[in-house]
């Protein structure tokens, strides 16, 4: 038969730990979050390096083309010139100008057809990065809405257990009590660890499971505040702890 003291400050005991269980996940959603958002934060930047390459593209047509333009314009003038020219050499050397004009233009209009070539593969990756933002973006807005729902039911439980502690801690006596708060509250390690902890006939303790002194086991079998000396958990006696 446990002591009284001992069986509340054991309910009062599972209370907290699920309380700090609790608040753990809760401190766990913003990193979380971060994570989430810094994924579609990848993929935004696919998407504007998708987006830039399309417009690139498009421009070094529109260049390549009024480039054409230009040395059509070019090769014409020549032509209109080289009906005047009454010089043969001067004349011939018009000619040779129409002909280089000519020749620039058919690189160009090759390099032209390339850059359309290109601006097809850069349109068709714009599109399927824009499908996987899509995707990621709807991902991750359910993440968030998630981890949301988490922190409030989080929350709704620990208000919970909040209001069901008060009973057990009345139950308790002060010395034990203000003995068990500050194990439960001493950092670090702690936190998260039962500051009650039972010893069994071997003696050994429950926390760190090394052996205390028999007088330990009696002092806690007797109902009494008993604390191992190794770890400094509180102690009560279970006969079938090991
Ligand atoms: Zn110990």
């Avoid at 390096?49 to 020549?78: G, M, P, T, Y």
């Avoid at 359309?116 to 993440?143: G, H, I, P």
């Avoid at 500050?182 to 009650?196: E, M, N, T």
Wanted: aromatic content about 4%; charged content about 40%; glycine content about 2%.
């Amino acid at each position: 038969m446990q002591p009284e003291w001992i069986e509340k400050l054991l309910k009062l005991q599972d209370i907290d730990l699920r309380i700090i269980k609790l608040r753990r996940q809760i401190e766990a959603v913003p990193e979380e979050k971060k994570q989430a958002e810094k994924e579609l934060r990848e993929n935004e930047e696919n998407l504007e390096k998708a987006k830039q390459a399309v417009a690139d593209n498009e421009k070094a047509i529109k260049k390549v083309e009024s480039d054409i333009e230009s040395l059509k314009a070019k090769e014409r003038d020549f032509a209109a010139k080289s009906t005047m020219i009454k010089d043969n050499q001067e004349y011939r050397a018009a000619l040779h100008q129409i002909e280089e004009c000519k020749n620039k233009v058919s690189s160009l209009e090759d390099k032209e057809l390339e850059l359309m070539e290109s601006l097809e593969t850069a349109r068709a990756q714009l599109e399927k990065e824009k499908k996987e933002y899509d995707a990621a973006a709807k991902r991750t807005r359910q993440m968030v809405d998630d981890l949301d729902l988490r922190a409030r039911n989080c929350q709704e439980r620990i208000a919970k257990f909040e209001s069901e502690r008060e009973a057990y801690r009345q139950a308790v006596p002060a010395d034990k009590l203000n003995r068990y708060d500050r194990i439960l509250q001493s950092p670090p390690g702690r936190a998260g660890r039962p500051p009650l902890v039972p010893v069994g006939r071997n003696n050994m303790c429950g926390g760190c499971r090394m052996n205390v002194p028999a007088q330990a086991r009696i002092d806690a079998a007797n109902g009494a505040l008993s604390t191992c000396p190794n770890c400094g958990v509180m102690l009560y006696y279970d006969e079938n702890a090991h």
